[in-house]
């Protein structure tokens, strides 16, 4: 990784930056996060300069409390108030319907808007201290992948957003992002994450809510021709294949002789596996002649809890999956 010259900054110092509506690299316990006060114009129109992020992609608004929450939207949130009373603080995201307190620049135009309780305790600090909500979206540049360290997202900018360290993010990969429809009382889940399908379904039997999870919605950054997401800085190939390891590695050697083949290690524990992943992917695309490579086998363990989470990351991040039968 590139040598740093600036060095994390203070709490004190992260707080009077928001006051005065600058932007700010904050921790979360999922990734970090690139915040700016939701009332700062200033801000919010750096976050997406410095991000390189198209307009037409909104931004997670970060909130202290459901009472916070609450003041930015408008309608029906029943189902909300019952999933963040059973799941907030943490990592899971909740698109609801906007009011005016919420400015278009956060929603690219839409009347919705994606509302997170972090669990971080340095980010419910921050949040805490300044009493605004924080608009952030993960502190990278657009299409890349998300910072888990603060090392990362100086490394990313080059030093030229302050960022607040507070430590390693435990989680590792980002938010599951949930929008209910009450009318159809139905819950799209349109981001999978560590809030797996099975915590949600056993959410809604236990407090006998009678609403159906549906797959299918879409956040903005989904949509058509736009897949590249979360890619690393060299090509990432994922092998699907029931193949042993020794077989598909003397493949790849062979269908790549000028590169440097290396393999994502990937834990039995999804955990482990996605608290290490970025940073796996991060230091394997140091050297411009690698080439990632991470097989998928047809364990059946993969389409449960956090697994769906980690692949869908690194489907979304890889160039190609190769087939091996
Ligand atoms: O864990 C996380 O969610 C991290 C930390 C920093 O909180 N944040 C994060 O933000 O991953 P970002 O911007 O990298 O991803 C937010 C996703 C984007 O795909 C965006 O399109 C979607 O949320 N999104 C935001 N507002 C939305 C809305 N109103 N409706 C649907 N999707 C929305
Ligand atoms: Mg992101």
Redesign the pocket.
Known sequence: MRSLKETPISFQKALKLLKVGEVVALP?E????LGASIYSGKGLKKIFQVKKRPVW????V?CYDVKQAKSLIKGDIFLAEALWAYFSPG?L?V?LPKNSKVSPLI?AQ?E???L?I?SHPLMRRILKALNQPVA????NLFGET?PTKASHVLSSFSGRIPVLDGGDCKIGL??T?V?PDSIKKELLI??P?FISKEDIKNFLEKKKHPWKIMRGG?????PGGFSKHYAPGVPLIVVESGKSLKAIEGFLFKKYPSKKVKFLKLSSSPQITARYLYHQMRVLSEDKKNIICVCKRSFPKYGKGFWPAIWNRLEKASSRTIILP
């Open positions: 979360t999922t990734v970090y996060g992609d909104p931004l997670i970060h990592p995201t698109v929603t839409a919705t808007v994606a997170r972090p952030a979206p993960s502190a998300s980002e938010s992002i929008q349109l981001r994450g879409k956040t903005f950054s989904q």
